[in-house]
């Protein structure tokens, strides 16, 4: 099946509800919600909010690398994504910190999508697998003078969970490079180029330095969720990393990335 078979099929179920490309996603979802118990609203109110979601799928074409060769991998994202917020609704928890925000069900949503994007480069970070989105990005900070890359090291870093490695970091107190990681695999750090139609991507540092130069709460609470570490461990990391003067983070980052290849040579 094709992305515009799933697409078509869904804006006909769509349709049976008046004026769903105009709502609010939010009030898309907190509808499903209410309806859930009714299978055939349910449905189509699922189908709503995919398609006012499909955007997403076209950022996920521009910016994904050579990792990704049948598109529908993206939809796959997307319904899990969706499927995943509503399942946890966290906006509705007196708990969580989201709970009554207007705009809860499209942040969780969202974090949900890169869960599953990161879900899915981890998988497919296992031997015998093609070269993956992460150890692409590690490589491309390599060939960007970071790291003395070569082909040995590369076929171990095809081998070694990416989850595995940040939680050795965090054991280590290596917190630069537990979110360095982080940055790598789930930020915007490099820069893209096309060339005779084949896309490349080339290692920006300035963006990572940014990114661990000015993490935030929400920052942790996605490294806590992609990675499985507590919340408070987190926290302290960002707190530590905090500290940490904007020069001293530059060094620190490069000094970041050869302990990525020295862990990843360990195994």
């Not at 099929?9 to 008046?18: F, L, Q, T, V």
């Amino acid at each position: 099946m094709s992305l515009e078979f799933y697409r078509k099929a869904h804006e006909a179920r769509a349709s049976s509800i008046d004026g769903w490309k105009t709502m609010n996603k939010n009030d898309l979802v907190n509808k499903y919600i209410e309806v859930e118990d009714n299978a055939e609203l349910a449905d189509a109110y699922m189908s709503a909010i995919l398609c006012r979601y499909w955007g997403i799928i076209a950022s996920f074409r521009k910016n994904s690398f050579r990792s990704v060769h049948d598109e529908t991998v993206y939809y796959d994202w997307l319904t899990y994504a969706v499927m995943r917020a509503i399942d946890k609704r966290r906006w509705k928890d007196p708990q969580n910190k989201l709970y009554n925000d207007p705009n809860g069900p499209d942040k969780v949503i969202n974090r949900c999508l890169k869960c599953a994007r990161l879900g899915w480069y981890q998988q497919s970070n296992r031997p015998g697998k093609k070269a993956n989105y992460a150890t692409d990005s590690i490589e491309q900070a390599a060939d960007n003078g970071f790291l003395n890359e070569d082909k040995e090291s590369a076929e171990k870093i095809s081998s070694v969970a990416v989850k595995d490695l940040v939680e050795r970091f965090m054991k280590r107190g290596e917190y630069v490079s537990a979110f360095a990681i982080s940055g790598i695999v789930t930020r915007d750090v490099f820069d893209t180029t096309v060339e005779d139609g084949k896309k490349y991507l080339n290692f920006n540092k300035k963006r990572l330095v940014k990114y661990l130069y000015n993490l935030s709460e929400d920052d942790c609470e996605d490294f806590s969720e992609y990675f499985n570490i507590p919340l408070d461990e987190a926290t302290h990391a960002k707190d530590d990393i905090a500290m940490l003067s904007r020069a001293r983070l530059h060094t620190a980052v490069r000094r970041s990335l050869t302990n990525i290849k020295r862990a990843y040579l360990e195994d």
